[in-house]
């Protein structure tokens, strides 16, 4: 008894030490680029705060956890306005965060990666999607939380595979992502089993579609498109540059189901994911933002929440053990997805099943069942180590 009640004013004293202690600073930047990319549905118009509302949610849940441990989490945000040096930038943010959460295109996080590279910040993209990103132009100073477009198409594939619907008929839009999405929906074609029967361009001409003629010009425009297809299953499209996806479901001249851009969507995260605890984090993300959770939003707080975790988990704030701890076989991050993401040692991409939506519900979750690998189910999405081209530097 006696031993027992002096080790409890031991950890007592103890205890009020660290809490007395000046807690251990931890600082986030969070870089994006100003304004939003319109839609063509107005009621999916990106808010504002699209991304950095999720990192705020994730450092609320972070100094939930490091007020036991004398940590604290800051969040400072930048955007950059068309004409301004995202280095600059990148390099004013990094002076008081050894980490930064990226929304940025893929040149210009490149430049940041290469600028900050000696200054031991760690990035973590989360908005590119580009392959390359995670091939031929990898950084070791760059973690990828946004899944890419091979991961995103594998989702899909493997769902319309399992479904039996193997012939494609495959519609892509005429601008750059457009074309990279459709690649990585030939590559999935390829490698799932499936046939795409036509493919036929979208070309976007320009021009207002909200008008008061609109839907008649559409009703009678898109028929007169998908008319005359070969025998297929389903439509997919690519459509990242959103000109015409968005009009093709109920609107084909045959009766089938559309997917990629639209009608069924692969995403790494939707409003209406409500599986594996998911609905306390949507509601306690509502309450504080007045909106439902995005994709961007999800794979922001996914950064974050990966730095409180290795921070608590190392019990450190310096940045090159956490990197380190992230970076190692014992990382992994609980994320509202039905099991835990690791992070693949060879490209720095955070492995993550993908949803599968329709605009109001989960339809499933990729990876699909039967779709096995030798080391996880969840590298049959995207580029595997035997086929990645990336050398981390």
Known sequence: MIRWLVGLIGWSLLATQVLAADPVMIGVGYLGLAGTRSTLSLVEQPAENDGVAGARLAIEDNNTTGKFLNQRFTLEERRIREGEDVVQAATELAEKNGFIIADLPADALLKVSDALRERGTLLFNAGAIDERLREADCRANVIHTAPTRAMLADALGQYLVWKKWSRWLLVVGSHDEDKLFADALRRTATRFGAKIVQDKTFEDKGGARR????????????PVFTQGAPAYDVLVAADESEVFGAYLPYRTWDPRPVAGSAGLVPRSWDASQDQWGA????????????RRMTPLDMQAWTAVRMIGEATSRTNSGDVKKVTDFIKGPDFSVAAFKGTKLTLRDWNLQLRQPILLVDGRMVVSVSPQEGFLHQVSELDTLGYDRPESKCKLK
């Open 279 to 290: 609905i306390q984090m949507q509601n306690r993300f509502v309450k504080l933002n007045s």
């Open 211 to 222: 008008t008061d003629s609109g839907v008649t010009l559409i009703q009678r425009q898109m």
